[in-house]
């Protein structure tokens, strides 16, 4: 069966300082991995994705994220916070051999703090 | 502007009465999803469609009904059967299967 880990409920930052928010999955075959924001009321934006190729991607307003396949996680990564990043992070996968049909984390919640 | 709608953004109703929420997307999408999200259960996946007139049951698909008449429309109805039926529900869709998912503003729904 397909899932996916979201381990930490809140990260909190410094402004400024370098964060991370943790994945992990679990799919039978390839997985194709995504990440998404969502502000308050809203519905989720998406980040970037991971389907072939490079490890290490990147994606909208600085983010990135590094897959490795051996730990099967997909953390998600910006190099210096911003008080605007603070919002609910989704990590979803779909498997490259199943059906249309993908599984979210629980998110988690990221507080940068001025 | 293509993206997807959602209306209404707030609804309320009593228990026991069926109410439609509607999806709509211009965007020429396959693939319509419709989510519910709790307080720190992260997205529930009610139904699927790949396609027009078909369409999968997802995890907790106990008290809800979809159709898929046209490509663009996605309609959830929430019936009187649904236990909990209070949450935020988001409309979603994408081109393909490798493809990242397009999501709606959502709605708010409100059963008392």
């Known amino acids: 069966a397909q899932s996916v880990a979201q381990p930490e409920d809140q990260v909190n930052v410094a402004e400024g300082n370098p964060l991370t928010v943790k994945c992990t999955y679990s799919v039978s075959g390839n997985p194709y991995l995504f990440w998404y924001v969502q502000y308050p009321n809203r519905g989720l934006q998406f980040l970037l994705k991971y389907i072939t190729g490079d490890n290490l991607v990147k994606g909208s307003y600085g983010f990135e994220a590094e897959f490795n396949k051996s730990q099967t996680s997909f953390h998600l990564k910006k190099p210096s916070a911003l008080v605007s990043d603070s919002a609910l992070y989704f990590c979803?996968?779909?498997?490259?051999?199943?059906?249309?049909?993908?599984?979210f984390g629980t998110g988690t919640r990221l507080k940068v703090l001025a | 502007d293509g993206g997807i709608t959602q209306s209404p953004k707030y609804l309320f109703r009593k228990e026991g009465q069926n109410v439609t929420l509607s999806c709509e997307q211009n965007?020429?999408?396959?693939?319509m999803y419709w989510y519910r999200q709790d307080p720190g259960q992260g997205l529930r996946l009610i139904y699927y469609?790949?396609?027009?007139?078909?369409?999968q049951k997802g995890d907790i698909a106990e008290g809800y009904s979809v159709s898929r008449e046209k490509k663009e429309s996605f309609p959830l109805t929430v019936t009187s059967a649904q236990k909990n039926p209070t949450a935020f529900y988001l409309c979603a869709s994408t081109s393909g299967h490798k493809r990242e998912q397009y999501f709606g503003p959502g709605t708010r729904l409100t059963v008392t």
């Open positions: 979803a996968v779909t498997s490259a051999s199943g059906t249309y049909k993908y599984i």
């Open positions: 965007l020429n999408h396959d693939a």
């Open positions: 469609s790949q396609i027009v007139n078909d369409f």
